[in-house]
């Protein structure tokens, strides 16, 4: 039966082509997968339990507001998608679903890696930026603290011959930084 719409609901006014118009609500007859509620504002200071029908458009799975605790119900959703619906919104959320674990391992990736690239105590690091210490010396990080001289962080940087150079912490980039990822990361 699809979505049921109350009576003077039917339609909708939307906004084409610099005018309102009129236009009917879709019941998306053969599309309806079933309902969910959650809680939203809805306005400024109220918050209600927003009901929607779930459906497949075609493409996704589109979630069509029904109504709400607050002003009431505007339509009911009556389940009745089609295997061939049923199984192409399944396949499509296995795929959302996918991408968000492939988008929340390429985070923990990216994070992995700016830990491994920090300026601490041990690590080696050339000097890359800056122009008081020559850019391009390289040796072990001896100490990093606060600077006294604003927000920045300051580090010690030990060379090859003893010498110690004092300069901002932003100026160096840590060498062989991969062998500081966690392993999960290392490829």
């Known amino acids: 039966m699809s979505i049921k719409w109350k009576e003077g609901w039917e339609t909708t006014t939307v906004y084409r082509d610099g005018a309102f118009a009129r236009i009917d609500r879709p019941c998306f007859m053969g599309r309806v997968l079933g309902t969910m509620r959650r809680e939203e504002r809805i306005m400024s200071d109220v918050w209600a339990t927003v009901t929607y029908a779930e459906v497949w458009n075609g493409t996704e799975v589109e979630r069509v507001r029904i109504g709400?605790?607050?002003?009431?119900?505007?339509?009911?959703?009556?389940?009745d998608a089609d295997r061939e619906a049923t199984r192409a919104a399944d396949a499509w959320r296995d795929e959302q679903a996918e991408a968000a674990r492939r988008a929340e391992v390429e985070q923990l990736r990216r994070r992995a890696e700016a830990r491994a690239k920090a300026v601490e105590k041990g690590k080696r690091a050339i000097v890359a930026r800056g122009r008081k210490v020559p850019q391009g010396i390289t040796g072990v990080v001896i100490w990093i603290?606060?600077?006294?001289?604003?927000?920045?962080?300051?580090a010690g940087l030990r060379d090859e011959k003893g010498t110690v150079h004092w300069l901002p912490a932003r100026h160096l980039d840590v060498l062989d930084w991969r062998e500081h990822l966690s392993p999960a990361f290392a490829a």
């Open 145 to 154: 603290g606060p600077s006294r001289y604003g927000r920045d962080l300051r």
């Open 68 to 79: 709400d605790s607050e002003t009431g119900m505007i339509g009911a959703a009556y389940p």
